[in-house]
């Protein structure tokens, strides 16, 4: 009856014991020397593998710094600590880099955005693109979560019908701007308090009828930016972040609305926002 | 079992019973590791190599171990253990002596580890009760008949990124199609008896 248990588990325990000592040994006499640099790296680096600096994950990069052909302030998740840690361990001086983050740019949530059916197919934007999205403006963002699936930090959530990244939670690795079947998600300065939130191209008289938050391209901020910072171009207006100030006079000019603020406190972006329903009136 | 025997079974199990599409093993690498021919290549030759090393491996464990010990049911579990150490002793192997195919194979070898097909061939020796050399001959030409599905497939999807589709069907919706395409004009080989 002993055997029935014994044998079983000395041979399988025996066979993995000389396959595991045979390995032991292997790893001794097959030692590879490979670089401690790569190995230091891969610890400083955030370890997502969110692949948003272009390599299929975090050990990859760390392997591409060490051999020098990435730089070692690739990773935008990590931002200017990571990189001045990975800088020493290399032992180069690394620029500072600017940390984004990503703005969805479409206010049309709810009833603002006209909609010219409802659609109730597969829950993904590039499916839902089949039928030229819900709203009728064919700029606007379908809402149904691609890119809510493609974050890799969970920042993003659809909130009426329109994407919302949340700043506290976005790392800056851009995996969601590819993924947007529409391309209407930028990436801007994490510092930045004013942004157009509309990507139609669509002329004034033509957005005014799909959306009413969108932009007409009247060129009335571009006209009141004391510093220049906006052009209107194909009926959209543009901010130069090198060039604003954030004085949010293009905000207030606004007759859309289109233009969205949010000012920092403690360190934290805090949108303001009045409802065009109200101001309209 | 003469040789033509032996030839027969290999042809058998390249095209007819073809592992990926008449058996559906190693589905796992021929969708993830087909994007481009030259890494499908790279591929199918790590899974030829370890392939038929470890059915002449699994078929001495279990012949010369387990059976005299009446331990048969215990193969499955004794043959992976066998798979996991003989690819990690490749792998430190190439990277000591063959840095290149090291190199070339990457992430692969690792990735056969838990290949279905590696087990599933070892199994497969044991079912049909061959001999040694046999086994051996069986396991190169399945881990061939592997190469040559996942070359072709990666020749298709090579093309099929620049093809001009709706976007809901870009990427992997359409490699799935195309896969089952392509195990339908392999299903055409199933009228020809090599045994």
């Not at chain 1, 790296?41 to 760390?62: D, H, R, V």
């Not at chain 1, 949010?248 to 805090?270: D, M």
């Not at chain 2, 195919?101 to 070898?109: N, Q, T």
């Not at chain 2, 069986?138 to 592997?146: D, L, S």
């Amino acid at each position: 009856m002993k055997d029935i248990i014994l044998i079983p588990v000395a041979v399988l325990g025996g066979l993995g014991l000389v396959f595991g000592v045979l390995l032991a040994i292997a790893a001794k006499v097959f030692a590879v020397k490979t670089d401690e640099r790569i190995t230091a790296i891969a610890e400083l680096l955030p370890g997502a593998n969110c692949g948003g600096c272009g390599y299929s994950g975090c050990a990859q990069l760390a392997e591409a710094i060490a051999k020098g052909e990435a730089s070692p302030n690739a990773c935008s998740v990590g931002g200017n600590e990571v990189a001045e840690a990975i800088g020493k361990v290399m032992g180069v001086e690394v620029e500072r880099t600017v940390r984004k983050r990503a703005q969805v740019m479409c206010s049309g949530t709810g009833n603002l955005a006209t909609k010219k059916y409802v659609y109730k197919g597969v829950a993904d934007c590039a499916a839902a693109l089949l039928g030229g999205g819900d709203k009728l403006c064919s700029y606007g963002c379908i809402g149904l979560g691609t890119c809510v699936a493609a974050c890799p930090y969970d920042a993003i959530e659809v909130v009426d019908g329109v994407a919302v990244v949340d700043s506290r939670k976005c790392r800056g690795c851009g995996a969601c701007v590819n993924s947007c079947p529409r391309g209407l998600i930028e990436m801007i300065p994490y510092g930045a308090t004013q942004w157009v939130a509309c990507k139609s191209q669509e002329k004034g008289a033509v957005t005014r009828t799909q959306c009413r938050v969108g932009c007409i391209g009247c060129k009335i901020c571009e006209r009141n930016c004391p510093t220049k910072a906006i052009e209107v171009s194909n009926f959209l207006a543009k901010i130069n972040y090198d060039k604003c100030t954030g004085c949010n006079i293009c905000v207030e000019k606004c007759p859309q609305h289109t233009i969205w603020s949010a000012r920092i406190e403690g360190g934290r972006l805090v949108i303001n926002r009045e409802m065009p329903e109200e101001k309209a009136k | 079992m003469s040789f033509t025997d032996v030839l027969l079974i290999m042809f058998g199990v390249i095209l007819v019973e073809n592992f990926i599409f008449s058996k559906f093993l190693g589905i796992c690498p021929f969708l993830g590791v087909s994007e481009k021919p030259a890494t499908a290549l790279g591929m199918g030759m790590a899974v030829i190599f370890v392939i038929t090393i470890a059915s002449g491996t699994t078929w001495a464990v279990y012949y010369l171990l387990l059976e005299p010990l009446g331990l048969e049911y215990l193969r499955t579990v004794a043959f992976i253990l066998v798979i996991a150490a003989l690819v990690q002793f490749i792998e430190m192997f190439l990277r000591r002596f063959v840095p290149a195919l090291y190199s070339a194979m990457g992430i692969y070898l690792p990735l056969i580890t838990t290949n279905c097909a590696v087990l599933g061939t070892a199994l497969l020796n044991i079912q049909n009760r061959y001999n040694f050399i046999t086994s051996v001959c069986f396991g190169f030409a399945a881990a061939t008949g592997f190469t040559l599905a996942i070359v072709i497939f990666a020749g298709l999807r090579a093309r099929l990124v620049e093809a001009e589709m709706p976007r809901a069907f870009r990427g992997f919706p359409i490699t799935l199609i195309a896969a089952g395409l392509l195990a339908m004009a392999f299903a055409g080989f199933s009228g020809i008896s090599f045994t």
